[in-house]
């Protein structure tokens, strides 16, 4: 059902190791999803407080530190359901 809902194409940008100068390598993909530009100050994995520039919502597992539309992904959360299946979740941006 919240495929449905998922209107938007973005670029997502995935950690796939580091190169000889220790700069991070990405592959790189488009997903499905929603993006909502809002802004919102949160606490971050590290326990600091930053401002969240959007969220997205999609069905793909994302991780911390990867990029969205060139986004750094700062936090995850999702949404399970009754039966114990996650049905959607969402990333801070």
């Known amino acids: 059902m919240l495929s449905d809902y998922l209107g938007q194409i973005c670029t997502l940008k995935y950690k796939i190791g580091t190169n000889t100068y220790n700069e991070t390598i990405y592959e790189e993909r488009e997903i499905a999803c929603r993006l909502v530009d809002k802004f919102k100050v949160i606490t971050n994995s590290k326990g ?46």
């Open 48 to 93: 600091e407080e930053v401002v969240s520039s959007g969220v997205v919502q999609c069905v793909e597992h994302i991780k911390t530190g990867d990029l969205i539309n060139d986004r750094k992904v700062i936090s995850v959360s999702y949404m399970t359901g009754l039966d114990g299946v996650v049905g959607y979740r969402g990333y801070l941006l």
